[in-house]
């Protein structure tokens, strides 16, 4: 994830910091338009703030506001919702085996991916993942 930045704007290191940046990407968990966001809303709001540049406490409250902003429509999932979240969080082979109805939980699963909510891998074999920034409201 850094690496594409590196790629598109050399010089990030002056705005934030390459432990600010692997935080981001840790919370992002692998989403790269939610982690994009974070660091566009990171760098705003240190210039909004007239932080000192780089911003590189994980603390700071750029970092904070960001990830809280970004946070705030996480604040929606249903009672099912975090089950099938918590489901994806599980190091069982995946949510497939849950499944009951599929008319009544397909709807649920779909719109969990749809909102990268739920994040699905392939290294191998197929992994599924919450990113970290939804996890504390699951």
Do not use: C
């Not at 902003?69 to 497939?96: I, K, N, V």
């Amino acid at each position: 994830m850094v690496a594409i930045v590196d790629k598109r704007f050399a010089d990030w290191r002056q705005a934030i910091t390459g432990n600010v940046m692997e935080h981001l990407a840790w919370m992002s968990r692998g989403n790269v338009r939610r982690f994009f966001r974070l660091v566009r809303a990171v760098a705003r709001k240190a210039a909004l703030s007239q932080v000192g540049l780089p911003v590189s406490d994980t603390g700071s409250p750029p970092v904070r506001l960001a990830l809280g902003e970004a946070a705030q429509p996480l604040q929606w999932p249903t009672a099912s919702d975090r089950t099938w979240l918590r489901r994806f969080m599980d190091d069982s082979p995946g949510p497939a085996q849950h499944i009951e109805d599929l008319s009544r939980d397909l709807p649920t699963i779909i719109r969990l991916f749809d909102h990268s909510l739920g994040l699905d891998y392939q290294n191998g074999e197929v992994w599924y993942q919450v990113p970290e920034i939804v996890r504390a409201h699951v």
